[in-house]
């Protein structure tokens, strides 16, 4: 499970989760494992079209002791900015947005000097070129900890990113903030799963995990973990680091619940038998 870069580190910590740091941190990820040395992280990037700052990242992440590289596929372009509400957020926070970019320092201030004075030129320029499979086999190349593709929603990109070489994928609509009508990654699970049968490659998803009988769905479709956002950010809204613990001990112990119902003793015995798609249900009124 994942708590955003927001969330008290040494929670996560606590819970022996996976917390995957995005490369967009307003914290440099030095600073993170200071604060919770023992803790187990993903570095998330992207592949940045200054391919220093993306090696720079690798570098870094290594040295720290991260577990694995997550590369995220499915925002090839930046999202227009709605409203000027949106603009003046982004251009206030984006100065900050930058505190792991280390690799193009100098490329940085020569766009401040030209007058791209909260980068937003800058950064769209060098998250906006849509990546190839390629590239993902140049950074598997590049670091022997495990790649993650995470963005994967149908068994053709499945089949792609294994002939890539990635170690694991991540099912996920990227929160569903991007394309409007894609599909849910609940029902994307299932093609992606059988898509890689038969190889080393792990699948997780993350995406509407909002109560234990959810991450159990998941589980018995076929992921190996499951991942949350979303809850993370309203405890910590709620109740601060109290909060955070609170969401964490509550889909722990609701997981178990529904386990316990569906007469599941270890999460290995999860099958797809226990879920039925609601499209199979049919009205008899």
């Not at 992921?223 to 979303?230: D, Q, S």
Request: aromatic fraction near 6%; hydrophobic fraction near 45%.
């Amino acid at each position: 499970m994942i708590g955003d870069v927001f969330m008290p580190y040494e929670r996560a910590e606590n819970f022996n989760t996976v917390m995957i740091v995005s490369s967009w941190a307003l914290v440099e990820i030095e600073d993170i494992v200071k604060v919770a040395p023992n803790g187990h992280y993903w570095m998330q990037m992207h592949l940045f079209k200054n391919r220093a700052n993306t090696i720079n990242l690798v570098r870094r992440a290594e040295k720290l002791g991260f577990k694995a590289i997550v590369v995220t596929c499915d925002v090839p372009v930046t999202n227009s900015w709605k409203s000027s509400y949106d603009q003046e957020f982004i251009a206030r926070n984006m100065m900050r947005r930058i505190a792991n970019l280390k690799g193009a320092v100098a490329e940085i201030q020569a766009a401040i000097d030209e007058g791209d004075t909260y980068l937003m030129n800058y950064m769209t320029d060098q998250v906006g070129s849509c990546s190839k499979w390629a590239d993902i086999m140049w950074l598997r190349s590049l670091t022997k900890l495990p790649v993650i593709a995470k963005g994967i929603l149908t068994a053709e990109s499945a089949r792609d990113a294994a002939n890539a070489g990635v170690d694991g994928i991540i099912v996920s609509a990227h929160g569903g903030r991007q394309l409007d009508g894609v599909l849910a990654p609940i029902d994307a699970l299932p093609e992606v799963v059988d898509a890689v049968s038969g190889t080393d490659i792990e699948v997780y998803m993350d995406g509407g995990i909002r109560a234990g009988p959810d991450i159990l769905k998941a589980l018995a479709l076929g992921a190996k973990m499951v991942f949350i956002g979303r809850p993370i950010l309203w405890g910590l809204a709620a109740s601060g680091a109290h909060g955070v613990k609170d969401v964490l001990d509550i889909l722990k112990n609701e997981l178990s619940h529904t386990m316990a119902l569906c007469g599941c003793n270890k999460v290995s015995q999860a099958s797809r038998s226990l879920v039925r798609h609601e499209s199979h249900l049919v009205s008899r009124l």
